[in-house]
């Protein structure tokens, strides 16, 4: 591991606090320190107040930062003479402490500061860091891991062993250092959670840490422990049937939608496929703060129902007095057929899973390679994953958005409508995929709840492997927005040719036959009833002249609708149809256009946009809303129905 530090980025920064939140970048560029808000880092300044009185401020990494991405006011400002305090008493309540960090902030809009907070404020250093590395929890976690640290550190770190974050870990590393600390101390090391380093100056204190923990991956190197997974080429196989059933059975069992992202690689296979798998998998987590996102065990196979039970067992032998169990449902699944599938609320929390469970392999690896993998007890990690702190981290969302955890697939999702529908999908806490002929679709968002896949919808070998894909990917599809469509320009019946004809009808009818045909498995599936919205058009009730082909189509897959909405009532899926009409915000508009077609009718462009009875613009948002608030419980009862979005139309009232 090498120090990042550039003399050329740190001139970016001012002052204390702001190379502390350079060097904190630096800790959180690299996963293999820390992961998705784990770790912290803190700087001790002194500062004079308003009435002119000099201060020492501890700040502190807020909780809900990370690391990598931590900005000035992600640290919080604690008054440290308080806080030294503290740490001298013999008892401390989590509520208390809580209350003790917030009302010694001096910035009231400051996050909360960092459970870790006081240990920080005990540490005679200016700069501090703290990180989860993995080869230090490979050795921590390993036979002998005491020893083995004594040997690789000598003098240069206190140890401590493990004991649960919070007020007992900050007195018991305040008296331990205190009594054990020498002039060669540089870090402390934490039995089964993570390592500390110090210095007077940001660069010191991170190039520390990195020194640190090369000094550990150089022990695991000599000991043949660097990281070895037996990796296994993944064949080709269909796993969207599967894979939407695990999910349907897991949302079953959570009471909620769940995404079920499926991370079959060489490695992830190569493990899941291990003879000892069973030995490796089933002890818990390289550091106690990973158990809220990934719980303590992983399910190994697909028995839903014997991990709950099991959950469940494990919740009423650690549980005491009011607690309530949380959902039993695993956020880790191994499968020698599937590799690792991840379980989130959400596909961003899914995402979070696998993260930390592809570097919790790393861990397991290389201290089985050491003698064998030792986690910390069931009764250690219960009494994180149920602590009143680590939960409150989780719940800082608030309610979830109306489709958390559901999955939306829109057709034609690169532009105008069908890009609108994605917007207000994932506005609403939707994973959403976007499928589009335009190759752009893919870098349409770059964010963990959006697949753009590029697909011509006329090619139905080409939608199932998008099919697969989007599965693969969050697990099911729940709602389904056939937007995808062409209006070539005005042709007389006349002059129409067929190969124009079947070209409208293939992308316009056949291909959301294939859409409805092959999705309907999964909509069956949705764990909160499957939806389809599909975006008709005003020709269907008022077909123009010149639009034969386009009419014809929209009018056909009307009825397609309509069929579909009597057939699949059994199976819960609603499927409702919205007519739009003069959508001018498309790529099909351009001004020029408009303007020709303004003046065809005698009418100025502002005219022309609004010409219908309530005189109002349409857009593609006003046609997307609709679409997605008819995927929403308002439209819980309704299938089949025909909704126009025009602005009122006198052909159609
Ligand atoms: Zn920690």
């Not at 752009?440 to 968002?445: A, G, M, S, V």
């Not at 199932?464 to 599965?471: C, K, M, Q, S, Y």
């Not at 009875?613 to 609709?626: F, G």
Request: charged fraction near 20%.
């Amino acid at each position: 591991m090498k120090s990042l530090w550039s003399d050329r980025e740190a001139q970016q920064y001012e002052g204390d606090l702001g190379l502390r939140v350079y060097t904190s970048r630096l800790l959180g560029r690299d996963p293999s320190l820390v992961l998705h808000g784990g770790g912290n880092t803190s700087v001790k300044v002194r500062e004079t107040n308003l009435v002119g009185e000099p201060e020492d401020i501890l700040y502190v990494k807020g909780s809900g930062w990370d690391l990598a991405t931590i900005e000035e006011a992600g640290f919080a400002p604690v008054r440290i003479p308080h806080l030294l305090k503290l740490a001298k008493l013999e008892s401390l309540s989590d509520p208390q402490m809580v209350n003790e960090l917030k009302t010694q902030m001096t910035r009231a809009s400051a996050p909360s500061p960092s459970v870790e907070t006081i240990l920080h404020a005990t540490l005679p250093y200016k700069y501090v860091d703290h990180t989860h590395a993995d080869a230090v929890v490979s050795v921590t976690n390993a036979a002998n891991g005491l020893e083995r640290i004594q040997e690789i550190f000598g003098d240069r770190v206190v140890i401590i062993p493990y004991i649960m974050p919070g007020f007992d870990l900050a007195r018991l590393c305040a008296q331990r250092f205190a009594a054990e600390a020498t002039e060669k101390t540089v870090g402390m090391v934490l039995m089964n959670h993570g390592i500390f380093s110090f210095g007077a100056t940001a660069r010191e204190s991170y190039e520390r840490m990195i020194e640190l923990v090369s000094l550990v991956e150089d022990y695991l190197q000599q000991q043949g422990a660097a990281i070895a997974v037996p990796e296994i080429t993944p064949e080709d196989k269909t796993l969207r049937y599967d894979l939407a059933t695990l999910r349907h059975q897991l949302s079953q069992a959570a009471n909620a939608p769940l995404i079920l992202a499926t991370h079959r690689t060489a490695k992830t296979l190569g493990f899941a496929r291990r003879d000892d798998l069973e030995t490796l998998s089933q002890q818990g987590p390289a550091t106690p703060d990973h158990v809220i996102r990934t719980k303590r065990l992983p399910l190994l196979g697909q028995d839903i129902t014997a991990y709950t039970e099991a959950y469940q067992d494990y919740f009423k032998a650690h549980a005491d007095d009011d607690l309530t169990m949380l959902d039993p449902v695993p956020r880790v699944i191994l499968d020698p057929e599937l590799g690792l599938c991840a379980v989130g609320k959400t596909a961003k929390q899914a995402a979070i899973v696998a993260d930390i469970y592809d570097h919790t392999i790393d861990v397991i690896s290389a201290a089985t390679a050491l003698g064998g993998y030792q986690a910390l007890s069931a009764k250690d990690i219960f009494a994180v994953e149920y602590w009143v702190l680590e939960q409150a981290k989780l719940r800082r969302g608030g309610e979830p958005p109306v489709f958390a955890g559901e999955v939306a697939l829109v057709t034609g999702a690169a532009s105008g409508i069908g890009k609108a529908c994605v917007d207000a999908l994932l506005q609403r806490g939707a994973a959403v995929v976007g499928l589009d002929i335009n190759p752009e679709i893919e870098k349409l968002y770059s964010r963990q709840d959006f697949c753009g896949i590029t697909c011509d919808v006329t090619d139905e070998q080409a939608i199932l492997n998008a099919l697969e894909r989007a599965i693969r990917q969050f697990g099911g599809v729940d709602m389904l927005v056939l937007n995808a469509g062409i209006f070539p320009g005005g042709c007389a019946i006349a002059d129409l040719s067929s190969d124009e004809w079947r070209k409208v009808m293939s992308v316009n009818l056949d291909a959301n036959l294939i859409f409805l045909r092959e999705c309907h498995p999964f909509l069956k599936l949705a764990p909160n009833g499957g939806r389809v919205a599909i975006i008709g058009s005003k020709n269907v009730p008022a077909p123009g002249p010149g639009a034969a082909a386009y009419s014809a189509s929209k009018a056909a897959l009307n009825q397609l609708a309509r069929v579909a909405a009597l057939e699949w009532g059994k199976d819960g899926i609603r499927i409702n149809t919205l007519h739009p009409n003069a959508v001018f915000d498309t790529g099909l508009w351009t001004e020029e256009v408009l303007q020709s077609r303004a003046k065809h009718y005698g009418l100025t462009v502002e005219e022309y946009k609004t010409n219908n009875l309530l005189k109002v613009q349409v857009t593609s948002q006003t046609v997307a809303e609709l679409a997605a608030e008819m995927c929403g419980p308002l439209f819980a009862s309704t299938t089949a129905a025909q909704v126009p979005v025009d602005g009122g139309n006198e052909r159609t009232v």
